[in-house]
């Protein structure tokens, strides 16, 4: 069974920075979307940004102009640059792959940002 693994969370002060990265434990085919979702306790998950097959980027406004998300096909990673944090940012981040044979969820990585 496929499975996403994810690293790069942990703490950082407002204003600072971290990147993630998900790669996955073996070739995946037919990725419809990449993408980095993220999770409050007692809130939905909500997509944070996402990079569909055609290359097109889109990003959740709370979010445009901070995050910068990418992927290396060859290697079937992804990564999240996580810059100018705030502590609203803080949440469990979920790497994501959308195929033609479902989903594929992260075990989820921890970000806190204090003030």
């Known amino acids: 069974q496929v499975q996403l693994l994810e690293s790069g969370g942990g703490w950082a002060q407002a204003g600072g920075s971290l990147r993630l990265s998900c790669v996955a434990s073996?070739?995946?085919?037919?990725?419809?979307?990449m993408g980095w979702f993220r999770q409050i306790p007692g809130n939905q998950r909500e997509l944070v940004g996402s990079?569909?097959?055609?290359?097109?980027?889109n990003y959740a406004d709370s979010v445009k102009g901070r995050f910068i998300i990418s992927r290396d096909n060859d290697k079937n990673t992804l990564d999240l640059q996580m810059n100018s944090l705030k502590p609203e940012d803080t949440a469990v981040y979920y790497c994501?792959?959308?195929?033609?044979?479902?989903?594929?969820w992260g075990q989820g990585t921890q970000v806190t940002v204090s003030s």
């Open positions: 990079i569909l097959r055609t290359g097109t980027i």
């Open positions: 994501n792959y959308n195929t033609a044979r479902g989903n594929i």
């Open positions: 073996e070739r995946i085919f037919g990725i419809n979307r």
